[in-house]
């Protein structure tokens, strides 16, 4: 088991590009539909805490697969497996970046990387999204964080989406309690 989360997450980390974001949905693929390790509920809550702790998102999603299938062996074997394709391709490169960069080929391959890249972090986001629950608090977090994106980037408002996930969290603990506490006062 932890060759197989090994090779696994070095294969996506070797064949996906454009970060974390971009890999969700090939790791969903793998991991959820392929080998069936995880269900989409137990992604969609390994996402959340990924999303939620320091790191980088595809690093944490490895990390947390691989605990949940194999414990702190299966952590090591998974976070292994996808930084260790980076690594070696980032080292390789970096022996020959200038020729690399003045390449124009290379160029046009980046390119073509960035649209392909857009496509699979708003693949990822569609798939959340269709996972969201059917409820009016999910849907109203939503639809604000969205708004105040779209805001912030319109006005070119310098605003970390740290504080968006942070307030995001903050608004839906705020909803759910006050919807709880409705509901139970209605009982």
């Known amino acids: 088991m932890l060759s197989e989360l090994f090779f696994t997450f070095a294969k ?24 069936k390790w995880l269900s989409d509920e137990e ?3 390994i996402i959340t805490v990924a999303e939620s702790t320091p790191g ?21 074997a998974a976070t292994l497996g996808v930084v ?10 970096s022996l020959f970046l200038d020729a690399f960069m003045e390449n124009k080929y290379v160029g046009y391959a980046f390119t073509g990387i960035k649209c392909a890249v857009a496509f699979l972090i ?10 969201l629950e059917k409820r009016a608090v999910p849907r109203i977090t939503f639809v604000t964080t969205f708004c105040l994106m779209i805001l912030f980037e319109l006005f070119s408002v310098s605003f970390s ?27």
């Open 12 to 35: 996506i980390g070797l064949f996906t590009f454009g970060g974390g974001y971009a890999m969700i949905a090939q790791i969903k693929e793998t991991v959820v539909e392929q080998k």
């Open 43 to 45: 992604l969609m809550e």
């Open 56 to 76: 980088p998102i595809a690093i944490n999603l490895a990390t947390f697969v691989g605990y949940k299938r194999k414990s702190v062996a299966g952590s090591v």
């Open 84 to 93: 260790m394709p980076s690594v070696v391709i980032l080292f390789l490169i």
């Open 122 to 131: 708003l693949r990822a986001g569609v798939e959340m999204l269709r996972k």
């Open 161 to 187: 989406s740290v504080w968006l996930i942070l307030m995001g969290g903050i608004f839906g603990v705020l909803f759910y309690g006050v919807f709880t506490s409705k509901r139970e006062v209605e009982k």
